[in-house]
Structure formats: structure tokens, C-alpha cells
């Protein structure tokens, strides 16, 4: 079975949530015998949309990748600037197309490459709902159409042109049940595929303790962040109520792990380490207190599954319901809204070490139960076999 999946960007310098979402589900498919194709953009940064890699076809462990040249980067001020008005003023579906092309990543290559190449194979699968490449890709194909929205809450579902990107695909795979949930209150799914899925995690078998380096251990105990670190992130609201907390707490630092998009406080209980391996992520991960997950939008959050993979608890943002069901469904964790819940729950989580025991083995148990790459896979195969 030949299967076509469409992505913004794709390659294994490309970190973000669905962008390596797809990477991994791609080529595990291939792992098990299935021919895989992405098209893509030439695109490593999705701020500017600015052509990094070259065009062309590639392959990378095993997938093969279809790369298109995004013929405007984009000028995030104006695009921002443009964005709040169409969110908060009355607009036609022109401004809306208007709208989707600032969004990007704008490759008219890419999408008459799906319409050509649409007899050579037999699924397609669009990872994200938000950008041009889905909108605009999705009606280039005509069948046998899977979505992976990769979701949260916010005011582009509630654009026109929304109703057309959810009323196409045949097939949908949610992150979460609070996902398709909440998705549900706005489209129709009815005679639709549905399945709530995810992706998986990869479980470490056993901890390479010399990944955890002489810089974390001077550091402890810490709390850890991983991921883009930005505003849109939440990080700016964690950096203030960590410098709150660490005044009654000055033994306790925070370690920031992944792509610096802010500029940090200088503080020697804040440190920057920069991107890391896996080995060295998992091991910080294991050797902390607990984790942090300040995003109030987030459809999945892989980072918090990966700390509940090696037994560490996570405290994360009651706003970004998928993080709050992790918690409820797997009792792996604990919630805040304010900084008083922030600092109340950290109390608690960094001075019983009883309690995170058992939702460090909690939460280990829900990952192996939901997130087990088997399971998701399994979910896949029957996807794959199952829609017309």
C-alpha cells in the first residue's frame, strides 16, 4: 500500500509537535512493509516559512520525501497584525483565503504535485488543520482522505473556511478524547472515521545514567521545560511565577531544554541548555522532582507523555484540557490555573516523595496502556484498511 502524507515541513532537524508526530508514525509504517511518500516544503522554520532545505526528492530512513520551494516567506508582524483583525472584525471568505495564504507555508508546487501524483497512491494522510498546504491539498484530493487536526482551541477554528477543511477528509485521528471533543462541538462528523489515537512514546527499557551530565546534577533538585521556548508556550507565565516561587524556595532551580525563541531572565536558578539528545531529555526527565507544562494550547503534548515514560510526574496548565485529561486519566499528575495553585501544587509534589512515587508509576502505566507505539499503529493498520 502506497501512502501519501502531507506535512508543512518534514526532516529530522524539524522538532515541532505534529511535524515529528508525522516523522515517527511514517517511519514505523515503513518499518512494517508500507511504501511512504511526504510531501512537504523546503521549509526548516515556521515563523518565516524561508526556503532552508533544498528542493527535491530525498529519502530518510526510508520514507521518501517530496520537498516544494514556498514561493513568499512570511512576514510574522503583518500576518499577526492581520490575523486580529479577521478574529475580531465582520469579513468575507475572500479575506479569510486572504488570510490563509499569509499563514503559509504558500507552495502552489505542492499542491499541483498532489493533484498530479494523486493515482500513485492509495491513502493520503494531512497532518495539522491550520495551514494552506491542508486547505488547499485537501481539494486537490480526491480520495481517500485521513485528517490528523492536532487541535486546541482556538480562533481560526472558528474562520468559514474551517467548515471546508473538516467536511472533506473521509477519516479523522484526534490526540486526545478532549480533542475530538471539543472539535465535535464545532463540525459535523457524522458517517466519518473516527478514532482517537495520538502518538506513540518510546518507553526506555533502562536509563543511561552518564547522559545526565555534571551540569544537571549541580542544578538539582530542578524542574524541568521542554520544548519551544516561547510566550506562545506559556513560558513567559512559568519564568514569572518561577521567580516568585524560588524567593521562599532559593534551592530549586529550572531547566530549560529545546529552541530559544525569548529572552530569559538572568538568573542562577534559570538555566538555558539548549537542544539535547533524547538519552540526555529522558535522563533529566527521570532524575527530576517533576516536570512543567505551561501551554494553554496544546492538542497532545508529547513532552509531558515522555516525563510520565519515566516516571516523573507532571504539573501542567488546567487551561489546555488535553494536559488537565492526562492528569484526570491517568492520575499522573497535578493541575494549576494561578500562581497560588502553581506554588501550592509544587509544595506538595517536591516535599512528598511517597506521592510522586505513585504518580510516577501511575502515569508510566497510562502511557504503556494509550501511547505504546503497537497500539498506535495497530490503530493505523485498521485505519488503512478500513476507509474507501
Given amino acids: 500500500m502506497k501512502i501519501a502524507f502531507v506535512v508543512q515541513r518534514y526532516g529530522k532537524e524539524v522538532m515541532g509537535g505534529s ?64 490575523s486580529d483583525w479577521i478574529f475580531h472584525n465582520p469579513h468575507g471568505l475572500e479575506d479569510e483565503l486572504k488570510w490563509l495564504e ?75 478524547r478532549s480533542e475530538r471533543q471539543m472539535l465535535s462541538r464545532l463540525f ?72 530559544l525563541l525569548m529572552k530569559l531572565p538572568s538568573h542562577s536558578r534559570i538555566k538555558y541548555m539548549g537542544f539535547v539528545s533524547p538519552e540526555e531529555k529522558n535522563a533529566a526527565m527521570a532524575n527530576a522532582r517533576v516536570t512543567v507544562h505551561p501551554s494553554r494550547f496544546e492538542s497532545l503534548c508529547m513532552a509531558a507523555l515522555e516525563s510520565m515514560a519515566v516516571r516523573t510526574p507532571i504539573l501542567v496548565q488546567e487551561a489546555a484540557d488535553p494536559l488537565k485529561q492526562h492528569c484526570l486519566d491517568g492520575n499522573g499528575g497535578l493541575f494549576y490555573s494561578n500562581y497560588e495553585e502553581f506554588a501550592d501544587a509544587l509544595d506538595l509534589l517536591l516535599k512528598d516523595k511517597r506521592l510522586r512515587a505513585g504518580l510516577g508509576e501511575n502515569g508510566l502505566q497510562y502511557v504503556k496502556k494509550n501511547y505504546a507505539w503497537d497500539q498506535i499503529l495497530q490503530k493505523y493498520v485498521i485505519l488503512l484498511n478500513s476507509i474507501n
Avoid at 487541535?151 to 468559514?160: F, I, K, V, Y
Wanted: charged fraction near 25%; include cysteine.
Fill in 188 to 259: 459535523p462528523f457524522e458517517g466519518k472515521y473516527q478514532e482517537t489515537v495520538g502518538v506513540g512514546v518510546d518507553i526506555p527499557e533502562r536509563l543511561d545514567s552518564s547522559a545526565l551530565t555534571s551540569r544537571y546534577r549541580a542544578l538539582s533538585p530542578y524542574i524541568p521545560y521542554a520544548g519551544r521556548i516561547e510566550p506562545g508556550k506559556g513560558c513567559g507565565e512559568l519564568l514569572d511565577n518561577f521567580s516568585r516561587y524560588i524567593r521562599k524556595n532559593p534551592d530549586l532551580s529550572l531547566v530549560l531544554m529545546g529552541k
Fill in 102 to 176: 499569509q499563514q503559509g507555508p504558500y507552495s502552489p508546487a505542492l499542491i499541483r504535485a498532489l493533484e498530479d501524483e494523486e493515482p500513485k497512491h492509495d491513502r493520503f494522510i494531512f497532518f495539522t488543520y491550520l495551514y494552506y498546504n491542508t486547505y488547499w491539498g485537501l481539494q486537490a484530493v480526491k480520495k481517500k482522505k485521513t485528517l490528523v487536526p492536532t487541535a486546541h482551541d482556538e480562533p481560526a477554528l472558528r474562520l468559514q473556511i474551517m467548515k471546508d477543511v473538516f467536511s472533506r477528509p473521509q477519516a479523522f485521528f484526534f490526540n486526545t
Fill in 19 to 82: 511535524e515529528l508526530h508525522c516523522r515517527q508514525v511514517a517511519e514505523r509504517l515503513v518499518e512494517r512493509g508500507y511504501d511512504c511518500t511526504v510531501f512537504t516544503t523546503a521549509a526548516k522554520d515556521y515563523v518565516t516559512w524561508k526556503n532552508e532545505y533544498p528542493a527535491g526528492e530525498y529519502i530518510l530512513n526510508g520514507v521518501v520525501i517530496k520537498r516544494f520551494n514556498v514561493k513568499k516567506a512570511r512576514d510574522i508582524q503583518s500576518f499577526n497584525e492581520y
